[in-house]
């Protein structure tokens, strides 16, 4: 029911800043929570953060608590995740993703991988030290 596709991934230094954009078909797009995810070599798929469908939720992994910021703007069919002070172990492949539901009750499961309906294919974030 949508189609996503990422965008913005780059190289970065230590301390700096970067924006990934998400891009969404079909007028279905406000019926979805969005998340982000991302993937380093030899590691498993980890949660970065999810937006509910109107935007005025958002839950983040611990690990990116007070750096990032995710954002969504139903009228462009865009979601954003604003990454500042970037550490080398942000290095990773992102992914935006979809889901139909959000919620914050126990075993909701916002952070799990398999929760996710819907996937975009990947941007590439390096950030050197």
């Known amino acids: 029911q949508v189609q996503l596709v990422e965008s913005g991934g780059g190289l970065v230094q230590a301390g700096g800043s970067l924006r990934l954009s998400c891009a969404a078909s079909g007028r279905t797009f406000s019926s979805f929570a969005v998340g982000w995810f991302r993937q380093a070599p030899g590691k498993d798929r980890e949660f970065v953060a999810v937006?509910?469908?109107?935007?005025?939720?958002?839950y983040y992994s611990d690990s990116v608590k007070g750096r990032f910021t995710i954002s969504r703007d139903n009228a462009k069919n865009t979601v954003t995740l604003q990454m500042n002070s970037l550490k080398p172990e942000d290095t990773a492949v992102y992914y935006c993703?979809?889901?139909?539901?959000?919620?914050?009750?126990?075993?909701?499961?916002?952070?799990?991988?398999?929760?996710?309906?819907?996937w975009g294919q990947g941007t590439q974030v390096t950030v050197s030290s």
């Open positions: 993703a979809a889901r139909s539901t959000y919620c914050t009750d126990y075993g909701c499961r916002l952070g799990v991988v398999s929760a996710y309906d819907y």
């Open positions: 937006v509910s469908q109107s935007g005025r939720s958002t």
